[in-house]
């Protein structure tokens, strides 16, 4: 899983602070940025990998990135949106979207918080518990299944299994169920189950009974 920022934005409501300067990069404890933070937290629950989308005044970032790196001690990557001061935080995701396939933690470039937020998001999403053997086995059989399905329709599942084998649990259960579960109201009740285990036993379930009708076997 990476971190990644959405900083793209003109922040016209903050001129003329943000004239040439992007809002991540406004002070707001001394030397310290609203970037700073972000980072410092994102740090802080092991996502040293970071997308950062840039828009608004992208030099200036790009300018300090290296600084970024080293205070923080994360990985930087910039993703260009040449369309910030026209389109919105949608069209930042659509670029971003190759660095999504083991999934991702979003934070707005503007917004200070603690880090609890991202540990409360990270256990939500089955990040604090994901080695324990409950839910270990569930990736197992919900892995298995849905390669079983695929096969079963004759689709090609060598991408899916590499992107599998490097995705945390939550990012998993999203990703199987874009991939094979019709049915959207059901994708959907699986994307607000927040407890990771039953998320995944419910996943399961729905793997189980598409392979039957599919195949007739269980």
């Known amino acids: 899983m990476i971190g990644m920022v959405l900083a793209a934005g003109a922040s016209r409501r903050l001129r003329p602070d943000t004239d040439a300067l992007p809002k991540a990069l406004l002070p707001v404890a001394g030397d310290t940025t609203i970037l700073d933070i972000t980072l410092r937290n994102l ?3 092991g996502l040293r990998e970071v997308v950062v989308v840039v828009g608004h005044a992208a030099g ?10 080293r205070r923080h001690g994360v990985t930087v ?4 949106n040449e369309r910030a001061l026209d389109w919105n935080n949608a069209y930042s995701l ?9 999934g991702a933690l979003l934070v707005n470039g503007d917004t200070v918080h603690p880090v609890s937020i991202e540990k409360t998001l990270l256990a939500a999403a089955g990040t ?18 849905c390669l079983g399905i ?24 999203d990703q199987i169920a874009s991939a094979v579960v019709p049915d959207v109201a059901v994708r959907q009740a699986l994307l607000e189950e927040l407890d990771i285990e039953r998320r995944l036993e419910r996943l399961a379930g729905t793997l189980d009974d598409l392979y039957t009708q599919l195949t007739g076997e269980r």
């Open 60 to 69: 200036v970032i790009r300018d300090r990135a290296a600084a970024l790196q």
């Open 94 to 102: 659509w670029l971003a979207r190759e660095y999504f396939a083991g």
């Open 128 to 145: 604090g518990g994901e080695d324990g053997p409950g839910v270990t086995a569930l990736v197992a059989r919900v892995t298995g299944r």
């Open 150 to 173: 695929l096969r079963a329709v004759n689709r090609p599942t060598g991408q899916l299994e590499t992107s599998f084998a490097q995705a945390t649990p939550g990012a998993l259960c």
């Open 77 to 80: 990557q910039l993703v260009h």
């Open 43 to 45: 740090a802080a629950v």
